[in-house]
Nanobody
């Protein structure tokens, strides 16, 4: 089982990036997906979540209205569209799978996630 997060890079504040999370060895359609990030010197934090059907999503308050999670089960890929990026969005971004359908009080708890991608660096310059 392997998750591959990609699409990170260096962007100016106000710009956009789209991250992808592709899987091999498992079918993502059976899993909920979370995106997490770890800013330099800080704890890992939940960014957003999508249920296996795509019918339920959650976002951290800091990214609401700017980030959008989506999934294409035919391509076995989950996306994170990040718009209006800010310097405080700078972090390593990780995707992770869960067999659980989360609620508003659990989706950001990384202990509920089993498989993790290797992370992709996002750097937003001011």
């Amino acid at each position: 089982v392997q998750l591959q997060a990609s699409g990170g890079g260096l962007v100016q504040a106000g710009g956009s990036l789209r991250l992808s999370c592709a899987a091999s060895g498992l079918s993502l359609e059976n899993y909920s997906i979370g995106w997490f990030r770890q800013p330099p010197g800080k704890e890992r934090e939940g960014v957003t979540y999508i249920s296996s059907s795509g019918g339920r999503t959650y976002y951290a308050d800091s990214v609401k209205g700017r980030f959008t999670i989506s999934r294409d089960n035919a391509k076995n890929t989950v996306y994170l569209q990040m718009d209006s990026l800010k310097p405080e969005d700078t972090a390593v971004y990780y995707c992770a799978t869960s067999t659980w359908t989360m609620n508003g009080g659990t989706w950001y708890l990384y202990r509920w996630y089993k498989y993790w991608g290797q992370g992709t660096q996002v750097t937003v310059s001011s």
